[in-house]
């Protein structure tokens, strides 16, 4: 895998996780995505106190549960770094069963370590923060829970991704703004990119099931006012080999129909219909959304 693609794949995630949630670029903490994959992939996550020499561990065993464990003597934001890189290895689909933080320079290794700091500090992240809110290198650190390697490495790839600047000039870039002697100079450089990291953010699309996903697990309803496709009778049916306990149903009146699904489980047939005809009645009186 080529590093372009492991930024591809971490982007892709966290980019769609950013627009489903309303995260802005100020208020973006990995927490949040970590949480959310980890739940919806049934991952465990726990401390360890192991050898203090494994900093983390994930393992995949035979019955295909997933668990990821970090060491519990290791400061948070060493920590941080730890579960996102063990997250790496089954986001990014590495072969093998049990995977150990390693300083081993084997591909999967530095593809996890991508992976991490991408997951950590997001290239919109990064601009929003850097140039817009005109951050210190130090709030950063604060407001990303990195170590300050962490964030050095970090920011050396970012630069060297997004722009054509030499190494060497990308060092004295990030060392004077980690001594804020020329803080505007990041900001240059990274004014350059803006364009395109606007535009690979912009590239991240959101798909009907993506949003019937969300909706379901905060309203526990989603109606065709929401996700028109849930008028189709055929996208129903797909819907229903992911979501295989979900109700369809409409409501109908003054001649319009609202198609909604809901989780038999969460609500009663009676509070979702309830809940349909309000957002039918929206639909019909307050024209919102379709016409
Ligand atoms: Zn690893």
Redesign the pocket.
């Known amino acids: 895998m080529t590093f372009h693609h492991v930024i591809k794949i971490a982007q892709n995630f966290i980019y769609k996780h950013m627009k489903l949630n309303d995260k802005s670029a100020d208020q973006y903490s990995y927490h949040s995505f970590f949480n959310d994959i980890t739940e919806k992939l049934d991952i465990i996550v726990m401390e360890h106190d192991l050898n203090n020499e494994i900093a983390?561990l994930s393992i995949k065993d035979a019955q295909g549960n997933f668990s990821i464990s970090y060491q519990k003597t290791h400061h948070k934001y060493r920590q941080n770094f730890t579960k996102c890189?063990?997250l790496g290895?089954f986001l990014l689909e590495h072969k093998g069963s049990v995977?150990?933080?390693?300083k081993d320079n084997t591909p999967?290794?530095l593809e996890?370590n991508i992976f991490a700091s991408i997951l950590l500090a997001p290239d919109i992240v990064l601009l929003g923060k850097i140039v817009y809110y005109k951050k210190t290198f130090q709030e950063l650190l604060s407001e990303l829970e990195m170590s300050r390697d962490a964030l050095h490495i970090r920011l050396k790839q970012f630069l060297n991704y997004h722009t054509t600047l030499h190494d060497d000039e990308i060092i004295l870039i990030i060392q004077s703004y980690l001594t804020r002697k020329a803080p505007d100079d990041i900001i240059y450089a990274i004014k350059q990119a803006e364009k395109s990291i606007i535009e690979e953010y912009q590239a991240v699309t959101i798909q009907p099931i993506d949003f019937i996903d969300r909706f379901l697990k905060q309203n526990n309803i989603v109606t065709s006012v929401d996700v028109k496709e849930l008028a189709d009778k055929h996208f129903i049916e797909n819907i229903k080999q992911v979501f295989p306990n979900i109700v369809s149903d409409f409501y109908f009146d003054y001649g319009k129909t609202l198609y909604y699904i809901y989780q038999p489980d969460n609500t009663t047939a009676t509070q979702a219909r309830q809940s349909a005809k309000n957002a039918h009645f929206n639909m019909v009186f307050l024209n919102l959304k379709i016409e």
Do not use: I, L, R, V
């Not at 995977?99 to 390693?102: E, G, I, L, P, R």
């Open positions: 983390g890189h063990e290895h995977f150990t933080y390693s999967q290794e996890a």
